[in-house]
């Protein structure tokens, strides 16, 4: 009997590691540890990028008047097969920021209204959150304090006693809306996005999620997921060019959800809303196409597992050269990115404190960067695995990071 292949791993990367160097644009001496932020695509998909830039180019009537629309719309296609849900259901945007300011500006608050964030939410998220409610009256925050390690059922548990302690107060008051990273930014984690959604609609709350890391690093399966709203930045884990995410709306929304930039289409359905964000390059949305062909090579299992795994030792190997320990002990809550803590003398060393210090110390002097932040009291790193890297190279930034730490806690503060 026929047995299937092992998937690639740490010890047996098979066709991942230094071997893809050759794919992406890395120069020599280049090794990137923070692919979470901004993303890097393949060679390839920059080939297929600029092939629809040149389309777009050498005949621009054309182009914009008969072809974009079927383009973009065999795109959404692709991406609702990867997904598992109905293309009418989504619409290409230009990142997580600009989809999440379409739900949420376009959602009509009342006074009484709540909306229910984590302490970890993103920036950008918590901004626009905070916008919503300066511009509406009686519409407040409700913010859950998320403070790992937690396990999911405390994650669950401390999100639902929020929202009976609301109502037990019994003043008028609702949650509305909560919005949930599924993969937070900082800290890294994987959260417990199911159990989250089932139970916030059991009490009648819509839930936007925050997905921008998640396509790439984790399956989704929409119509399981059953949110009422989702977006995803393409250009992060999936490998598209910067500039491209996607926004699921189910039909439900779909008559109240509009674009944050109103154009000639307004009012005539989601998808012709969405379709056309005026004059633009659109070859960065469409060169998702060339992100799933360089994806489909491997397969997605084969990538998933690989970067899981190697998240999971490089971290360990991190943990042990600095003598700390990763964020989480729960393996399942870590994606692609771990969070290694840095045993720094003093949170609030003047350097540490000083804008961009580490940032341009990194880059400037090793060549390389992993962002750092703090959390529970302790300074952390966020570490992204990727196809690219291998055990070494976390062996080699966690000897950076144990140099540049030496060198703060002996260096005096003033």
Known sequence: MAT?????????????????RKNFFFPEGKTEFNHGSYGTFPRSVQENMLKWHNLAEQNPDRWVRLDLKPALRKVRSQLAEFMNCDTDDLALVQNTTTGVNAVLRSLKFVPGDRILQFSTGYVNVVKTTSYICDTHENVKIIEVPV????????????VEKTVQDLIAKQDGTRVRLAVIDWISSVPAVVHPIKPLIDMLQSYGIMVLVDGAHVIGQLPIDLTYMNADFFI??????????RGSAVLHVPKRYQS????????????????????????????NMLSIEGALEFRK????????????????????????????????????????MVNVRLPIKNINHPKIQTPDY?????????????????????????????????????????????????????????
């Not at 995803?232 to 060019?241: D, G």
């Not at 932040?373 to 890297?389: D, E, N």
């Open 4 to 20: 299937s292949s092992p998937l690639p791993d740490p010890a047996n990367p098979g066709p991942f590691g230094h071997k893809q």
């Open 147 to 158: 403070v790992m390690p937690m396990t999911d059922q405390e994650i669950v548990y401390l």
């Open 232 to 241: 995803t930045n393409c250009h992060k884990w999936l490998y598209s060019v």
């Open 256 to 283: 109240v959800i509009h674009p944050t930039a109103i154009q000639g289409d307004y009012k005539s359905g989601f998808e012709l809303e969405f379709a056309w964000n005026g004059t633009m390059d659109y070859s």
């Open 297 to 336: 090579q491997y397969g997605e299992k084969a990538i998933i597992n690989y970067t899981h795994k190697l998240a999971i030792h490089g971290g360990n190997i991190m943990a042990e050269i600095l003598g700390t320990n990763v964020l989480t002990p729960h393996e399942h809550q870590v994606g692609n």
């Open 358 to 414: 580490l940032i341009r110390h990194l880059l400037d002097k090793y060549n390389l960067y992993s962002p750092t932040y703090l959390h529970g009291g302790h300074f952390w790193t966020r570490v992204s695995s990727q196809i690219y890297l291998e055990l070494d190279d976390f062996v080699h930034l966690g000897n950076v990071w144990k140099e540049v730490i030496n060198e703060l806690n002996t260096e005096p503060e003033n």
